[in-house]
């Protein structure tokens, strides 16, 4: 098995305490109670969903649902949270030593206080292949069934196939994932949530977060931390691959949701090439020998970009924080384009790829950082191992509606772009920087917003990574920053003998070393980070 669960009795305690703390075994326990129903199965999940009070049946049907585990007239089910409809980095807490018993007894109490609800245990599997897959439970209050639902369909049932990979597959070790959930409790001094993590120990308590996304990216934030500690580069972006005539070439895009991440990774490139995607949110990379393993079997999209009548709504099977009206033959569908809140959600089935893998054998030839900063020209190529592995911590860009609370006009550092992480930085630094130094994964910075005052298409960024893919692009040296050079797009020519415009860029450069400087101690870079950045600026 790929992470421990059911131990023999001689290894119980204190003699494995990768899996027994205080945290752990207090969130471990509430699994077994007798008020606790295990769900195993997604046409289970599906029919408590559907019967559950105010979830909303859509009279849209879940194409190909017999072959998801569903019964075959299935319809996509859509549920609403209420006045908050994104995730809450506010709500997130560390367990260490010094909070340890004062958490342990948050969490027991509001365990208790659930005594007299019903409770379902749902099991998943995270990583899709023998190379990285973990199991993961959740427990949740009735009432919360969607959640549930959802929460099984984004990840990976335990159905045959899945069991039969899980068994096959390399033993970490680890704990299984365990994730206590309770929307329904506000802890004191709490009142918008709290999110408790045991990094160590692979558990966490979600309270008053009604969100699914808190549920999907709180499961994500722990396997991604068994990944870093196991050999792996935790991702929080997309991958694909183009399957050309001599060789096959994969990039990495990673950014927060809204930056294009998932545009780039799905994009077809006017069926000019042979696509393969391995995912367009969670991955991680092999730091052994660069091959990558996708996390997650479906897709959380936003529905912002899709109008009812879209085509792409076809492969939806639950909706989050969406609208709903009836059509000119009286079925009820959704009403999309963020109309009722700004973060309209759905899960799309695997089937909205037509060319999906799990596994890229092959290792990844390129990352690209996604920003949105005017000082950017559309294309950067990075020829410094240290300094891409720096821009990749000082990554620019604008937060989206995805996160509760969040100025969307500002920019801001998110690190890896992956505000999930429950680890040291210094972690994803040196596990970035292996990639490029010694797996020789190329690596650019690409501006999705403005350049200067002048918007950059999704065509210009489209038609640069296709150059790099076909080997035509041209390049020339970026004077402003050494070891870097932009790539020669009509129209978005950087003016280098501008001073305004060299100041302003520096400013921004600067930027990135007041953030790498002031960063919390228990993040902090080595020198060489912000160095890589002070020592190659053109002043």
Not at 143 to 151: D, P, Q, V
Not at 223 to 242: D, E, L, V
Not at 511 to 518: F, G, T
Request: charged fraction near 25%.
């Amino acid at each position: 098995m790929a992470t421990k669960h059911q131990l023999n009795r001689t290894d119980i305690g204190l003699k494995s305490p990768k899996l027994y703390n205080r945290i752990r075994t207090t969130i471990e326990t509430a699994f077994y109670k007798n008020n606790v129903i295990k769900i195993t199965s997604l046409e289970e999940a599906y029919q408590l969903a559907k019967h559950s009070p105010g979830t909303i049946i859509t009279d849209l049907p879940v194409h190909r649902a017999d072959e998801l585990g569903l019964p075959i007239d299935a319809k996509v089910l859509l549920f609403n949270d209420g006045i908050i409809t994104g995730r809450q980095a506010q709500a997130r807490r560390l367990i260490d030593k010094s909070n340890l018993d004062h958490y342990a007894n948050i969490i027991r109490d509001c365990i208790y206080e659930n005594r007299d609800r019903t409770m379902y245990h749902a099991t998943v599997v995270i990583g899709l292949h023998e190379d990285f897959t973990v199991r993961a439970h959740l427990l949740i209050p009735e009432g919360f069934e969607n959640t549930m639902y959802s929460w099984m369909l984004n990840f990976q049932v335990m159905d045959e196939e899945t069991l039969m990979m899980y068994k096959n597959s390399h033993v970490f070790d680890e704990g299984d994932i365990f994730l206590y959930s309770d929307p329904d409790i506000f802890v004191d001094g709490f009142e918008d949530g709290l999110a408790l993590f045991d990094r160590d120990h692979n558990c966490a308590a979600l309270f008053g977060l009604r969100y699914f996304g808190e549920h999907k990216k709180g499961s994500l934030t722990m396997a991604w931390s068994i990944a870093q500690r196991n050999g792996f580069t935790a991702c929080h972006g997309g991958q694909k691959r183009f399957n050309l005539k001599d060789k096959s070439y994969v990039m990495g895009v990673f950014g927060l949701s809204g930056s294009g991440k998932s545009t780039i990774t799905h994009s077809k490139h006017n069926n000019k090439y042979d696509i393969t995607v391995l995912h367009d949110d969670a991955f991680v990379i092999s730091n052994k020998d660069a091959s990558s393993v996708s996390l997650e079997p479906t897709y959380f999209d936003k529905v912002q970009d899709y109008p009812t009548d879209s085509e792409d709504n076809k492969y939806l099977i639950t909706m989050q924080n969406t609208g709903a009206t009836l059509d000119e033959n009286g079925f009820v569908v959704p009403v999309t384009e963020d109309i009722q809140s700004g973060n309209g959600r759905a899960i799309k089935s695997k089937f909205w790829t037509p060319a999906r893998l799990y596994k890229f054998d092959e290792k990844v030839n390129a990352i690209f950082w996604i920003m949105k900063d005017d000082t950017l020209p559309p294309l950067l190529k990075v020829n410094s191992s240290t300094l891409a592995s720096t821009l990749g911590a000082t990554l620019a860009t604008k937060r989206s509606s995805a996160e509760h609370g969040a100025d969307t006009t500002k920019l801001a550092m998110v690190p890896y772009a992956n505000p999930f992480r429950l680890y040291p930085l210094s972690h994803d630094f040196d596990k970035f920087k292996d990639l490029f130094e010694n797996h020789k994964v190329e690596c650019y910075v690409i501006n999705t917003g403005h350049f200067l005052d002048k918007k950059i298409p999704p065509k210009v960024t489209l038609g640069a990574i296709e150059s790099i893919v076909e080997g035509s692009i041209k390049f020339e040296t970026f004077t402003p920053l050494k070891d870097t050079a932009f790539a020669v797009i009509d129209g978005f020519i950087p003016p280098l003998s501008d001073s305004k415009y060299i100041d302003s860029f520096n400013e921004r450069m600067h930027s990135r070393i007041e953030y790498l400087k002031a960063l919390d101690p228990r993040d902090i870079l080595p020198d060489e980070a912000y160095e890589s950045i002070e020592s190659r600026l053109n002043k």
